[in-house]
């Protein structure tokens, strides 16, 4: 059977999600599936319902309304009394969405995704859901970059779909004209695991078969997938927000070690700054060696707030300064941090030596609650050089020379950097010891 838009019995409509689509909205998106086209936003209170206040945890919820030029027919607005249809489609968007998050990590907030309809062919239900859960991932998203959640509290990707039977045929997402006339009605709503959230069908016209429900199943299966791959391209980096990895605070104000460890890390932990969790500091880094250092800082973290901490002490070691600047290296010219004094400092203590050689240093400290810190170290061999070159990176990166690639750190892109670096290579032995802890855990 080919049907009247051309589309196979299993496909789904050609099918767009715009993400912030309405800018004074905490996230938004215009979906559309087909000639159905709907606009949903969420928006965030820092209050819950009564009968919620003072239990410790938030609330969501929807609403929907399809808009008076939605259909061929003028649709009357929304009185102060919704019509029936409306409100089973509004409860059915926030129970939906309450299965993707963990109310009790969200907080004494609430957030309402309003669903408004611009154009009516079929599915506005299931386009409502499935575009409420990227307005609802923006919105999360949002909130932590503003500092009021240290985590994401969604826990399941949610999208749905319908499918029928229309003369006597299984299809996937129908449209109006089918929709109208199909003899068996179905709603799918699913989350990342294939598990029901909400399955809806109605024999219309007939009575249908196991057989019957369990190709329609088997469509609104493979149809969801391809929803949820959708969403994810449209959120693109905010998609680490759906069902994150566990915490793992960063011992580090350094935004550029930050970035790295977020990379480094991202399989197995949501890595976050230390200041997320409400820890500033000051930590005393008084040991000798980039290893004592690093555990000092991660056992510090941790110890404060409660939760697993990783730290980084790296830094830059010149065989002919009999390893300097080594521990120092952040503050070799006597201020923390400032790199352009750091490496004019290195420059003039370097003035009329032959001997270049170099090697950048890192040691990686991991302290979880209760258990021993673990700690793996990497080097990176190098050049000094006697001018800086390139834009990137930070600290000493513009003067160290790796010599197989003929680059200094600073000329490399990311993703040359994390495959060399003194970083990257202790990363790789932390991450050996991360897949053995999980595989403990299976």
């Known amino acids: ?36 086209r709907v606009i949903c936003t969420a928006s965030v209170e820092e209050t819950v319902p009564p009968f919620l206040r003072d239990k410790g945890q938030g609330w969501v919820t929807a609403e929907y309304a399809m808009l008076p030029a939605s259909t061929a027919q003028r649709k ?40 408004d309809v611009l154009e009516a062919d079929g599915g506005t239900r299931t386009a409502s859901i499935t575009g409420a859960m990227v307005a609802l991932t923006c919105a999360v998203d949002r909130l932590i970059r503003e500092g009021k959640l ?20 299984p299809c996937l997402d129908l449209c109006y004209a089918e929709d109208s006339g199909a003899q068996v009605d179905m709603n799918f709503v699913m989350n990342e695991r294939r598990e029901f959230i909400e399955l809806q069908g109605t024999g219309e016209g007939r009575a249908f078969s196991n057989e019957e429900l369990n190709t329609l199943m088997s469509f609104g299966m493979k149809g969801i997938a391809e929803l949820q791959q959708l ?39 949501t890595v976050v700054p230390m200041t997320a969790a409400g820890f500033y500091g000051p930590i005393d880094e008084n040991a000798s060696t980039f290893a004592g250092n690093a555990v000092i800082k991660a056992e510090a973290v941790c110890a404060a707030t409660g939760l697993p901490a990783i730290a ?22 006597g201020e923390h941090g400032n790199d352009e004094a750091n490496n004019d400092l290195l420059l003039r203590r370097m003035e009329g030596r ?18 021993d810190t673990i700690v793996t170290e990497g080097r990176c061999p190098g050049t000094i050089l006697h001018a800086r070159r390139g834009t990137g990176g930070f600290g000493y990166d513009p003067l160290f020379l790796y010599e197989p690639m003929g680059k200094t750190y600073a000329e490399m892109n990311d993703q040359e950097k994390n495959e060399i670096s003194h970083r990257s290579r202790a990363a790789e032995k932390m991450r050996e010891v991360m897949r053995r802890m999980a595989q403990a855990k299976e």
Do not use: W
């Open 231 to 269: 969403q994810r391209e449209a959120l693109g980096d905010r998609a680490r927000h759906i069902a994150p990895k566990p915490l793992l605070l960063a011992a580090t104000g350094n935004e550029n070690k930050l970035r790295e460890l977020r990379e480094m890390f991202r399989d197995y932990y």
């Open 1 to 36: 059977m080919v049907r009247q838009d051309g589309r196979l019995p299993e496909e789904k409509r050609p099918a767009t999600i715009e993400t912030d689509f309405v800018h004074t909205a905490y996230g938004s998106c215009l979906i559309a599936t087909g000639n159905t």
């Open 150 to 169: 240290m985590i994401s509290p969604i826990v399941h990707q949610v999208a749905a779909i319908s499918a029928g039977l229309v003369d006597d045929q």
């Open 76 to 115: 009357k607005r929304d009185g102060i009394h919704k019509d029936g249809r409306g409100v089973e489609i509004q409860r059915l968007i926030g129970r939906a969405l309450r299965q993707a998050v963990d109310l009790k990590a969200l907080g004494e907030r609430t957030i309402t995704l309003d669903c």
């Open 312 to 333: 980084d002490d790296s830094g830059l070691s010149v065989d002919a300064l009999d390893g300097e600047p080594g521990v120092l290296s952040a503050r070799y010219s």
């Open 354 to 371: 032959e001997e270049r050689s170099a090697v950048f240093e890192c040691a990686l400290a991991l302290k979880l609650p209760g258990q």
